[in-house]
């Protein structure tokens, strides 16, 4: 279970929590929503060490407390001098994680240390996931400056040769995902169990959902969700899109369900038992 617990001091917090017995205690702090500073934002890398700790939580070898923060406080501005999330502290040690790749570091270390398969490695699922990211960005770019000026985003099916191409790109290697996945008839990428490939998958596939939709479940993923308003906000912030009123009083939501043709899929394969 997770337990929600409010620290003040240092913002909101969600408590993952378990026998305090030899378990060492990670604090992860991570980007707050551009909208509302008590939700979690967009952060990729936030959600997937916040997916990855999770994983360690639920085969109880860690004790884990994920902590939204305001970037631009003075409060946090002084305690982490000028670090951004996200950022994992383990108080018993003394030690501060402030850079991605000492944080995948010690998230390793600790599956290693309690024998969980959080970090096997695949060349081809490597390859195929490889630079997913990347492409979809290239095209949202291309084609958000486009459709800059316009009431509604173009369709697809008139984009001009360029765009289309980055389109397509992106179209085929998703493809490729399926069909590994497919293939594999597996519930991650690895097989049953989570690994590294699927929590830096599973919330950019998330990000391009609901981003394709307004601009153009597992519990580790469900829990580090940020609404889809923030998702929608982060990436207009980037693409230096207006965000009007309304739209940051709206209720937040959360897109978990899955598209009918999909569901389909799985309980065929059996995947979803």
């Known amino acids: 279970m997770t337990e929600v617990e409010n620290i003040h001091s240092n913002?909101?917090?969600?408590?993952?929590?378990?026998?305090?017995?030899?378990?060492?205690?990670?604090?992860?702090y991570v980007k707050a929503s551009g909208i509302d500073s008590r939700r979690i934002g967009a952060c990729l890398f936030c959600q997937e060490f916040w997916m990855e700790l999770y994983a360690l939580y639920e085969v109880g070898c860690v004790r884990?407390?994920?902590?939204?923060?305001?970037?631009?406080?003075?409060?946090?501005?002084?305690?982490?001098?000028?670090?951004?999330?996200?950022?994992?502290?383990?108080?018993?040690?003394g030690v501060t994680y402030n850079d991605n790749r000492d944080i995948e570091g010690r998230i390793f270390h600790l599956a290693k240390e309690f024998h969980i398969p959080l970090f096997e490695k695949d060349p081809l699922?490597?390859?195929?996931?490889?630079?997913?990211?990347?492409?979809f960005k290239v095209f949202l770019?291309?084609?958000?400056?486009?459709?800059?000026?316009?009431?509604?985003?173009s369709p697809v099916e008139g984009l001009p040769p360029q765009?289309?191409?980055?389109?397509?790109?992106?179209?085929?290697?998703?493809?490729?995902?399926?069909?590994?996945?497919?293939?594999?008839k597996s519930r991650y990428l690895l097989g049953d169990s989570m690994t590294e490939y699927d929590c830096e998958l599973m919330p950019r596939l998330h990000h391009m959902r609901i981003v394709g939709q307004?601009?153009?479940?597992?519990?580790?993923?469900?829990?580090s969700c940020p609404a889809d308003q923030d998702i929608v906000h982060h990436y207009k912030e980037q693409l230096n899109i207006h965000t009007n009123q309304r739209e940051t009083l709206m209720a937040p939501t959360k897109t978990h369900t899955i598209p009918e043709d999909v569901l389909s899929d799985i309980r065929r394969l059996g995947l979803d038992q």
């Open 11 to 28: 913002g909101n917090s969600n408590l993952i929590n378990g026998s305090t017995m030899s378990k060492p205690l990670l604090e992860l």
């Open 64 to 93: 884990v407390e994920v902590k939204t923060v305001n970037v631009n406080s003075e409060a946090f501005k002084k305690n982490f001098l000028g670090a951004q999330p996200p950022i994992m502290v383990e108080e018993e040690k």
């Open 125 to 135: 699922v490597e390859k195929h996931i490889s630079s997913l990211y990347r492409n």
């Open 141 to 153: 770019r291309a084609k958000a400056d486009y459709d800059k000026g316009k009431k509604q985003p």
């Open 163 to 184: 765009i289309s191409s980055s389109h397509n790109k992106l179209v085929e290697q998703l493809a490729s995902i399926d069909q590994l996945l497919s293939q594999r």
């Open 214 to 223: 307004q601009l153009l479940g597992t519990a580790a993923f469900i829990e």
